[in-house]
């Protein structure tokens, strides 16, 4: 205690608590139930400085990349940016799902190599910010931020502590991310507000290091593949690899109708916002956020309420999500706008959290522990390209108003929909599913939460 007191010091001491009690706070649930002995832990800090650079890399490229090519007269300039912001989902997809059923050693390696990859292409673009090398540098950032993603989804059921689940993992790791992503993302913006774009590209780089040392930190035992069997999203009849059921057929059918709703918001709406607004960037940055805060906010609701409840039919909740998506979308080409807009991202982000919940719980309940890793990387790659479909019409649907792009969206999602109910009573609307499906017995109902 100083010898005397001014509002100064005062006001320091007060902050200095507040941030060791949040610390503190946060410590605590990052190692709660047994996650620091089991090395969830450490893919927890690894999620959120993941988490972080992407948000660090939105908002310096914010400029460049969002303003300069959504302009309607720039057809150039808009297949730009569909190709860094789509194909990267594309190329990973196919790709990561397979390789990750023969990568036997190094997985800790290929989650270090992912930050160090998008810190190097931080720094050449922090350089050529103002030239072509841009571009390519952007995508090579956003495919190792998919790899990531994939990679974590097969690495988590190696850390899984005893005494939560799969589905209340994956939920705390979702929540640690967004939370990393909003608070070091308002840092990224500061930094850009000081030093432009590039500092901000030189702070991801920082991130990116820090990334590569925290992937390094994960036990050893991720490494293990002794006694791992692949998993395949069909019986094939061939090989070695256990099928995945018609269970997680269902979530896989109904997460994909969600995702596309999610990724179509996420590029429409900017799109149309530059295209109709006459304000400055700065207004049509605010506009984007508050659909882009309404995104958050339902995410972060989906998480902490499909962590905590108990359902015991996931089936009914994942077909309930589709409804529930597809009529805010029903309701945004009806009455278009911002407002409307942002009940899509609310719902359409609940929804999709609630949704993710149930197919975690069913890969958990069909699948037995050997191939659970490989399910999870699968699974994930088929998100990944049900959100590279609706990106890919949030940029070539019209932009001159929202009522045609959500009217098209609305069909594909009640068609996306009517497949997910088929495939729940064993039927299909594709000839080539329809015996498979038919021939699979009828899931028992699994119970999602902790």
Not at 317 to 340: H, M, N, Q, R, Y
């Amino acid at each position: 205690m100083p010898r005397k007191l001014t509002v100064t010091r005062v006001a320091a001491m007060r902050g200095r608590q507040i941030t060791e009690s949040g610390i503190r706070a946060f410590r605590r649930a990052a190692t709660a139930d047994g996650a620091d002995r089991s090395g969830l832990t450490a893919l927890t800090y690894a999620t959120m400085m993941s988490s972080a650079v992407d948000a660090a890399v939105a908002v310096a490229l914010a400029n460049t990349l969002f303003f300069a090519a959504a302009t309607a007269e720039s057809r150039t300039n808009v297949a730009l940016y569909l190709l860094i912001t789509v194909a990267p989902f594309a190329v990973v997809a196919p790709v990561i799902g397979p390789l990750l059923d023969r990568l036997q050693r190094g997985r800790r390696a290929a989650l270090a190599v992912s930050f160090a990859g998008r810190a190097l292409l931080a720094v050449v673009m922090a350089f050529n910010y103002d030239t072509w090398l841009l571009y390519p540098a952007a995508l090579g950032t956003l495919v190792l931020s998919k790899s990531f993603s994939v990679l974590k989804a097969a690495v988590t059921p190696r850390v899984l502590p005893s005494a939560i689940t799969l589905v209340t993992t994956n939920s705390r790791l979702t929540a640690f991310g967004l939370a990393a992503a909003g608070v070091f993302g308002g840092i990224a913006a500061g930094v850009a507000a000081l030093w432009g774009s590039p500092g901000a590209l030189f702070f991801t780089a920082v991130l990116g290091i820090a990334g590569t040392w925290l992937c390094l930190r994960i036990p050893g035992w991720v490494e293990s593949t002794e006694g791992e069997v692949p998993a395949a999203l069909r019986n094939t009849g061939r090989g070695r690899r256990r099928p995945m059921g018609r269970g997680v057929a269902v979530g896989l059918w109904g997460n994909s109708a969600i995702r596309i709703v999610t990724g179509f918001l996420t590029l429409f709406v900017a799109f149309v916002v530059r295209e109709q607004s006459e304000a400055d960037p700065a207004q049509q940055l605010v506009l984007i956020g508050i659909v882009g805060a309404a995104a958050a906010i339902g995410s972060f609701a989906g998480n902490g309420v499909g962590s905590r409840r108990q359902f015991g039919h996931p089936d009914t909740i994942i077909v309930s999500c589709i409804g529930a998506a597809l009529a805010a979308c029903i309701v945004a080409a009806v009455l278009p706008g911002i407002a409307t807009a942002a009940l899509v991202g609310l719902v359409g982000a609940a929804s999709s959290a609630l949704a993710k919940v149930c197919l975690d719980a069913v890969i958990q309940r069909d699948l037995p522990e050997e191939s659970r890793a490989s399910a999870f990387g699968r699974s994930e790659t088929v998100l990944q390209l049900a959100w590279v479909f609706g990106g890919a019409l949030g940029v070539l649907l019209p932009h001159f108003t929202f009522w045609i792009g959500f009217t098209v969206i609305a069909g594909i999602v009640a068609v996306v929909g009517t497949q997910t109910v088929l495939v729940v009573r064993g039927r299909s609307m594709l000839p080539s599913l329809r015996r498979r499906a038919a021939a699979e017995p009828p899931t028992e109902p699994a119970r999602t939460g902790s």
